[in-house]
């Protein structure tokens, strides 16, 4: 039997991935350098801002930096906090700043998913705020980055934690986190010994780097944890040692670097892997602060003055370190899974891809064709040089599927 259809349906799926990140088609970014703009997602009516650093460029991808408020605050108050808009500490990164939801009639109760009061999807609103970011801007999908404060810094431990945003975003750095493990302040078993309390994460990679800040007097979210809202907090080094495993790497293999005064930074792993897990003590005298050599709101509100460094800078530094998995990145391309074994015909030969389960990913850049990545391992690519492509797939002895692309890119030939 055979079947003659368009391809239509096919070039879509396989475009989807470059195809949306529409931004980058964009002649002039939609607001101006250096500024901020709050922006409405359709239909939930949420909100987001987002800033242009200086060097923004709509030509090219940019990196992002994902900034999240804490609790009882707003996407502004975080804005004015992390310094990610000063060009002294952020040039380049475009920074987007969400904001959580009121779950009263009172500031007091603007919560992220995480806490025990808060039951919005925010790990789908973020998802839904970088789709939208994407198609409005130019951004470099390899090189998104999460950070945030106190309750907002417990967000970005649950994005680390997601099995689907973990292998959206690069890299992670809460700051004075909240991370709550339970909404049952009766669960008292479970709150009675912070050090051992049960985490549950289930990230979609291996290897995800995570950089944390915590104070030695936060009396917010205490170092140590214990019970607080309704929930259980982790102990923080219990929280570091948990990814310290998590990422395969042993606790003996840290290097600890003295900051200026009580101040200290463990990194843990060896060889490149080295820091892949840090955590940043930010002081004895460091209350639930976003650390900074100047004063804040932070430190204002808790009195307990400047830092001896800036959290911001070190983030930065930290960020630039890592970009995303190839495998885990899809900004140019199109990928689609399918049970059969491929092979790729072209003017300059043939090559196969054996497996029973295979992935084909086809990406353009000028002239160029690229298949590869099957259960087995094999990869393969081709240079075109001639306008058509005979791509075949086949299933054992009872499907073969060979697709025609020509110029005109409209038709294929399925034969059973």
């Not at 250096?34 to 940019?62: C, I, M, V, W």
């Not at 039951?119 to 970011?133: M, Q, R």
């Not at 885990?328 to 054996?354: E, K, Y």
Request: hydrophobic share 35%.
């Amino acid at each position: 039997m055979i079947l003659v259809i368009p391809l239509i349906a096919l070039l879509a799926a396989l475009a989807a991935a470059s195809e949306s990140q529409t931004g980058c088609k964009a002649s002039e970014p939609p607001v101006s350098i250096g500024t901020r703009h709050k922006t409405t997602l359709s239909p939930s009516n949420r909100t987001y801002t987002y800033f242009l650093p200086e060097k923004y460029d709509q030509k090219k991808a940019n990196p992002l930096i994902i900034s999240f408020h804490g609790a009882s605050r707003t996407s502004d108050w975080q804005a004015n906090l992390d310094l990610l808009t000063d060009p002294f500490f952020n040039k380049d990164h475009v920074v987007v700043y969400p904001q959580a939801l009121q779950y009263g009639d009172s500031s007091q109760y603007i919560y992220w998913q995480g806490a025990p009061n808060a039951t919005a999807d925010d790990v789908s609103y973020v998802n839904d705020v970088l789709g939208d970011v994407e198609s409005e801007l130019c951004i470099d999908k390899s090189r998104i980055y999460a950070t945030g404060k106190s309750q907002g810094g417990g967000m970005v431990g649950i994005l680390a934690c997601d099995a689907e945003l973990s292998r959206r975003i690069a890299a992670f750095a809460p700051v004075s986190g909240a991370f709550y493990t339970t909404g049952s302040e009766s669960d008292l078993v479970s709150c009675a010994d912070p050090r051992t309390l049960a985490i549950t994460c289930n990230p979609g990679r291996e290897d995800i780097p995570v950089l944390d800040f915590h104070g030695g007097n936060d009396t917010t979210i205490s170092i140590d944890g214990g019970s607080r809202n309704g929930g259980c907090l982790p102990d923080i080094r219990h929280w570091v040692d948990d990814w310290v495993e998590r990422n395969n790497l042993t606790v003996a293999s840290s290097e600890t670097e003295k900051l200026n005064g009580s101040a200290e930074i463990y990194r843990y792993g060896k060889g490149s892997e080295k820091g892949l897990v840090t955590f940043v003590y930010d002081g004895d005298h460091v209350n639930h602060d976003w650390p900074a050599t100047v004063n804040n709101s932070d430190s204002w509100t808790h009195g307990s003055g400047p830092a001896t460094f800036n959290a911001s800078s070190i983030i930065m530094e930290y960020f630039a370190r890592y970009t995303l998995p190839q495998e885990d990145n899809d900004t140019s391309t199109g990928v689609v899974t399918l049970p059969f074994t491929i092979q790729t015909s072209t003017a300059s030969g043939s090559a196969t891809d054996s497996g029973t389960v295979g992935t084909t990913s086809t990406s353009v850049a000028t002239n160029t064709v690229t298949t590869g990545s099957s259960t087995t391992g094999a990869s393969s690519s081709s240079t075109l040089t001639s306008a058509a492509i005979a791509v075949t797939l086949s299933r054992g002895n009872d499907l073969t599927i060979t697709i025609c692309l020509g110029l005109s890119l409209i038709w294929g030939v399925f034969v059973a």
